[in-house]
């Protein structure tokens, strides 16, 4: 799964914005940034809300998206992902219910 870095490449290739101006941009390494869209590497939350703005996409939709990858890399070879997945929706609910 690598929702967020599928988007981010999609966003930046309808803009036409070569790797190496985006990565200006973050202030950061284009061979990083390349692995990022690729899904082999993570981008920083503070990184988040820079690109939002630049493709002018809902922060709260691409945090999600930038945490469901974490949490997908964390646990998508555990044979009990769904199940632990399932118990941590449940606090979360509860969670935000208080």
Same mark, same amino acid.
Do not use: E, T
């Given at each position: 799964m690598n929702k967020f870095g599928d988007l981010i490449r999609s966003k930046r290739e309808e803009q036409e914005m070569l790797l190496?101006?985006?990565s200006a941009q973050l202030d950061m390494d284009t061979a990083m940034l390349s692995k990022i869209e690729r899904g082999e590497k993570t981008v920083k939350r503070e990184h988040i809300e820079t690109l939002a703005k630049l493709f002018k996409l809902d922060c709260n939709y691409?945090?999600?998206l930038w945490l469901a990858d974490q949490v997908f890399q964390l646990v998508e070879n555990e044979k009990q =992902?769904?199940?632990a997945l399932?118990? =941590?929706e449940k606090e979360l609910k509860i969670n935000n219910e208080t």
């Open positions: 190496r101006h985006l691409l945090f999600s =992902a769904l199940q399932k118990i =941590a």
